[in-house]
């Protein structure tokens, strides 16, 4: 969201790129989970995720993701076997366990300091038996939910999903969009200590990366400033709507919040269609990645439009490697 602006326009322009991605090949749609966050209108993830794919025809849309210990797995099974009914084949369920907002939020989320995201093994143990056929002695079914099978992805910022990931044979995504500290590391462990499966066979891996594409690299790293100012006034604790870009950030932040920012950022791939191509050729190889999840914060829509275009167009010329959109 832009500053002082409501919900709807920032609803709708999600909407217009997801039926851009659409058109230019992109595999799949998902959407986040915030809360109390000025600048991000994605609290009610699962409402999102049907109003775009009822929008669109045959991208797949999910969550990036359910922040699992925020709900009752029997209502996140309700809510995902529901989308699943509407759109069959469509829903991806991402799940997380990080709160999705600040202290304060979480305790508005979960009503209790006991629920700090511990648990997520249970929790994911109980939804997967919602999702999943029914078992002998089972009390309480999701229906719509039960036997959905949605395909379930396990995201994570270091290597705790990572592992259980790994061990559970589940796919996993790593967000490298924001948290780039842990990735290579997360990658190993999830690629050396993979299980086989019923849902999945061998390892698949998704990377979040901020990446912005452009005309030329000046350009691209002319926008690039747009999320470097989300992140900074992310540290302050200042609202998060997008800011123009600017020609330069050296009188905007301190060298400190500039390494602050940058750590974040670290993972960023931005310049031009070559540059670009060039650093997914480079993020594949090192991680073992089978797709890229494309996160792209640019001020204004049509830059967003271009960069997303770029990238389904360098992606073409990537080889194993297929793309997603992620807001």
Aim: contains cysteine; charged residues 20%.
């Amino acid at each position: 969201m832009k500053p002082d602006e409501n919900p709807a326009p920032a609803i709708a322009r999600s909407v217009d790129l997801a039926q851009h991605a659409e058109e230019w090949g992109y595999k799949r749609f998902w959407l986040a989970e915030h809360h109390s966050i000025d600048g991000l209108a994605c609290s009610a993830t699962a409402v999102l995720i049907g109003h775009i794919a009822g929008k669109t025809n045959s991208i797949r849309v999910g969550s990036g993701g359910i922040m699992l210990p925020n709900h009752a797995p029997l209502v996140v099974a309700e809510q995902f076997g529901t989308l699943e009914a509407l759109y069959p084949g469509r829903i991806d369920l991402g799940l997380g366990r990080a709160p999705g907002g600040d202290f304060h939020t979480m305790r508005a989320l979960r009503r209790s300091l006991q629920q700090s995201g511990d648990d997520f093994p249970e929790l994911l143990e109980e939804l997967r038996t919602y999702l999943g056929p029914v078992r002998a002695g089972q009390a309480v079914k999701a229906t719509p939910g039960q036997n959905s099978n949605v395909p379930i992805t396990l995201l994570g910022s270091s290597l705790f999903s990572a592992q259980l990931a790994a061990r559970l044979g589940l796919p996993f995504a790593f967000a490298a969009h924001f948290a780039p500290e842990y990735l290579y590391a997360a990658a190993d462990l999830y690629h050396r200590e993979f299980k086989a499966s019923a849902a999945l066979e061998k390892p698949y891996m998704m990377v979040g990366v901020q990446i912005i594409a452009a005309e030329t690299d000046g350009e691209a790293q002319r926008l690039f400033t747009t999320p470097q100012q989300r992140f900074l006034r992310l540290i302050r604790s200042q609202p998060v709507e997008l800011l123009p870009p600017v020609d330069s950030m050296d009188m905007l932040w301190t060298d400190f919040e500039r390494a602050a920012v940058m750590s974040k950022l670290g993972a960023a791939i931005v310049g031009s269609n070559a540059t670009v191509k060039e650093g997914i050729e480079r993020l594949v190889e090192r991680t073992g990645a089978s797709e890229i999840i494309v996160a792209t914060d640019t001020f204004t829509h049509e830059a967003r439009l271009e960069s997303y275009k770029r990238v389904a167009e360098v992606a073409r010329t990537v080889e194993s490697a297929p793309v997603s959109a992620g807001l």
